[in-house]
């Protein structure tokens, strides 16, 4: 079964065939960074007019490179939540208009839901696991029982993981995209050099919940006493040491859900898990089996669509033509317990 997947959330353009929801045959990504970078951020607009002008292309290669004929594919996923309406409004109206060219069915597929998929391309993964998914727009450890059945541990109760890294990076104009230019400033810097706080949420309600506001307010706060003169700015110390109470707030939370749960298995999902530290400190888990995806299946990627589609194609949940893109997400709503 040949699923082909399209992915067109946010900066980048991608398709992907996908053979049984397992092996990759193809996974085209064209990236907009070079478009953005200027700007030190996305920015919507030049974003959808690039997928516009891209589509086409990229997922015309994604079935010549693996010489799959579009009539040979039986369905086609299509990312359409969460991210920027105008970029997920073009995958969508592609799929839409392919779905119904070749008449097959259509798949809409919650790319956040998909990131924690992702480990599933790459490993056998047996149920339950902690899910731990560290994107731009989220971060969340949930108790995953079964494929449908995700429970809700912790979330960040206001800035994502992903945001703090490049909010930080833009203040201090370390480069872009922000979590790489601090994952790679990191390896020269000293992570002990500046004292970052970690909120104090270890209660009840808030056990599992991770805030990265008050932490990108510090290192942000930090910037002015560089310019007062009352230290000497060094970008890589601050690079290591926000980063290294970015992922120790994450990975105390994570400890805190294996002692409590006694699951042994954690799988990691999202743009940040591609962060050196937190992959090596994930490893470090005491007694545990820590599965992330290659660097490439982190970031966004149609390969995670088109292999997540396949489930939802086996049990028959098919979307109609009448799908919408929608920028807010839907999945990950139970609390745990
Ligand atoms: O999952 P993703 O590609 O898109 C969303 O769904 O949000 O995640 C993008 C996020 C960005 O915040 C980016 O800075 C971060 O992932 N990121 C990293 C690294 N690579 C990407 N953060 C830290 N270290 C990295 N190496
Ligand atoms: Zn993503």
Not at 17 to 30: C, Q, T
Not at 182 to 189: T, Y
Request: glycine share 8%.
């Amino acid at each position: 079964m040949k699923i082909l997947g399209i992915e067109s959330s946010c900066d980048e353009c991608s398709a992907s065939v996908v053979e049984d929801g397992k092996h990759i045959l193809s996974n085209v990504i064209a990236t907009q960074i070079d478009f953005h970078r200027v700007y030190n951020g996305v920015v919507p607009e030049i974003a959808s007019r690039l997928h516009t002008e891209w589509i086409t292309s990229v997922v015309r290669r994604a079935l010549e490179e693996c010489n799959v004929s579009l009539q040979s594919i039986d369905g086609i996923a299509v990312t359409n939540r969460p991210g920027l309406v105008g970029s997920l409004l073009v995958g969508v109206s592609f799929a839409k208009g392919m779905a119904l060219a070749l008449d097959k069915p259509l798949i809409g597929v919650d790319h956040i839901r998909a990131h924690l998929f992702a480990p599933h391309l790459e490993y056998e993964i047996s149920y339950p696991y902690l899910g731990v998914l560290v994107s731009g727009g989220h971060t969340v450890i949930s108790k995953v029982d079964s494929f449908d059945d995700i429970t809700v541990m912790g979330t960040t109760i206001d800035d994502a993981c992903g945001e703090a890294f490049d909010k930080v990076a833009k203040y201090y104009e370390l480069g872009y995209p922000g979590g790489v230019a601090i994952d790679r400033l990191s390896e020269q810097g000293d992570p002990c050099a500046f004292n970052f706080p970690d909120p104090s949420l270890h209660k009840g309600d808030h056990r599992y919940d991770v805030s990265y506001s008050g932490l990108k307010t510090a290192v942000i706060n930090q910037l002015e006493h560089f310019r007062n003169g009352e230290s000497v700015m060094s970008k890589e110390n601050i690079a290591a040491s926000f980063q290294k109470a970015a992922v120790m707030m994450l990975i105390k939370r994570v400890k805190r859900a294996v002692k409590d749960t006694g699951i042994r298995t954690i799988v990691a999902g999202g743009g940040v898990v591609a962060n050196s530290l937190l992959r090596k400190e994930l490893k470090n888990i005491d007694r545990t089996t820590v599965l992330f995806p290659s660097r490439v299946l982190c970031t966004d990627n149609a390969a995670m669509i088109a292999g997540i589609g396949y489930y939802y194609f086996q049990q028959g949940e098919y979307s109609s033509l009448a799908l919408n893109a929608s920028a807010r997400v839907d999945a990950f709503r139970k609390k745990y317990p």
